[in-house]
Every structure is written in structure tokens, then in C-alpha cells.
């Protein structure tokens, strides 16, 4: 296997990932909003942190064939086991979304579940936005999703630190996360326990507090220009408070 850096998040999460996130129906409207952007044509789609297949799967049920790259080996294990159970047109690749490259184009490429955020130094950032430019055909869109960080710090309720718990519908299930937020460096620290039928799982994770003005800059020095920013997946306007952010951009003219 290359060496690809890897933060260690599928490591974690990939047992109960889809859990915490569920595919199938839960994501239809993803899908579908995802898929009306795309152009048509024989033009692939890419997914830059394709995880564990949870929007690449219907996804490709809707507009065809889809190159999913991630760097967690285990995240992409979860991903093959769903193919072999049902083939889909989705390649799983073990990769780095800073500087992935290949010699196709893409019709659609998408971000999403807070990927970007994931990264936290703004250079690599940006490269994340610049790999998306590079591999983007003419009529084609990009899409980011994101966390708020408005929202981040109204969860905590102004204190540095807090807690709070997220029932799921499946028995004596659910998510107690503790969150930390860093206001000076801009980097919101989640521990969770996630609860499962009296069992229980570790798991953390890092995020930059990135602004939807972070993200329309590194579109903007990549060469892509804004066509939509939505606070969820049915197209609502986003105000500024809400907990996610879907920011939609197109390749400028040379």
C-alpha cells in the first residue's frame, strides 16, 4: 500500500460510521440535489473524501460512474464490502484529496460532511480547491459542505467547553460528545462515546472553524466562481445560523 497521510478519523469511525450517518434513503435528497448539478454527457463525478460510500453509492444510481478517493484504508474497506454486496459504477480509491491527480475530467466533483474542515492548516485547504479546479470540465460544478462555525460556537453556548447528547431511534442508542472549541486558533475539538445497545465506542476528531468566506477564497484563487451557497440539501437559503453549509462554485472563464 502507498504511503498515504492519514489522519487516523476511519480508524475510528469506521465500524459505526454508518450509524452515526445513515446511507440509503437518509441521503436521497443529497443525491438528488447533487445529481441536478451535474451536466450530463458521458462526464464521470469525483468524490474528495468518499469515505464509506454513503452519497457515492445512490449517487451513482443516478448519474453513473463515480471515482471516490480517501486516505482511510478502513473507510474504503466498508466502501468495497457495500460494492461486492451490490456493484455499483463507484472506484474506490486510497489517495490524498491535497494532491490527488489523474487524467480525467469531472462533470461534478463534491467535498462533503465536513471533509475540507478536517484539514487544518488553510494551505492545505486550499489545495483541496485547487486539485477540484484542475480536474473540473467546462459546465461542470463543485461542491463544498461544511460545518458553521457560527452554529459550532452557539452549540457550546459561549463556553469553551460543553457537552451534550443526540438520541438515535434504535434502543439505548446514541452520540454523548464533549466539544472544546479554540476560538483564538479556530479549531473545534469533538471526543465521543457513541452508545450502542449498552455498548460503547471512543472516537475524536479535529476541525478548523472554516467560514463560508474561507471557502469562496480558496474558490476564488482557484479559478472557480460562486454559483449557490444552501443550508441544506433541499436548496434553503442559508442565513448564517444554520449547523452546515453547502457552497456550489463553476470554473471561470480562462
Known amino acids: 500500500m502507498s504511503e498515504i497521510p492519514d489522519i487516523g478519523y476511519g480508524a475510528q469511525f469506521a465500524d459505526f460510521y454508518d450509524r452515526l450517518f445513515p446511507g440509503g434513503p437518509a441521503v436521497a435528497t443529497t443525491a438528488a440535489f447533487l445529481a441536478d448539478l451535474h451536466p450530463g454527457g458521458d462526464l464521470p463525478t469525483l468524490e474528495l473524501g468518499v469515505g464509506t460510500g454513503r452519497i457515492a453509492l445512490p449517487l451513482a444510481d443516478l448519474i453513473g460512474p463515480i471515482v471516490g478517493v480517501d486516505s482511510s484504508p478502513e473507510m474504503l474497506d466498508v466502501l468495497r464490502g457495500a460494492l461486492a454486496e451490490r456493484p455499483r459504477p463507484v472506484t474506490p480509491v486510497h489517495g490524498d484529496i491535497r494532491d490527488y491527480a489523474d487524467d480525467g475530467r469531472y462533470g461534478l466533483i463534491y467535498c462533503v460532511c465536513g471533509t475540507l474542515s478536517m484539514l487544518l492548516d488553510p494551505a492545505e485547504q486550499q489545495q483541496v480547491l485547487d486539485v477540484a479546479a484542475a480536474h473540473l470540465a467546462p459546465g461542470g460544478c463543485v461542491v463544498v459542505e461544511t460545518h458553521n462555525p457560527s452554529f459550532a460556537q452557539a452549540l457550546n453556548q459561549g463556553r469553551v467547553r460543553d457537552s451534550y447528547f443526540v438520541p438515535y ?18 479549531i473545534w475539538h469533538l471526543a465521543h462515546i457513541w452508545i450502542d445497545n449498552g455498548r460503547s465506542r471512543i472516537a475524536s476528531e479535529l476541525s478548523r472553524l472554516t467560514t463560508p468566506e474561507d471557502v469562496d477564497g480558496y ?34 472563464s480562462a
Do not use: C, H
Request: proline share 8%; glycine share 12%; charged share 25%.
Open 219 to 252: 474558490a476564488q484563487r482557484a479559478g472557480l466562481k460562486p454559483a449557490g451557497r444552501y443550508s441544506d440539501w433541499l436548496g434553503t437559503e442559508f442565513s448564517g445560523q444554520e449547523p452546515m453549509y453547502v457552497s456550489v462554485y463553476r470554473k471561470g
Open 169 to 186: 431511534p434504535a434502543p439505548d442508542t446514541g452520540l454523548l460528545s464533549y466539544s472544546t472549541i479554540d476560538i483564538d486558533n479556530r
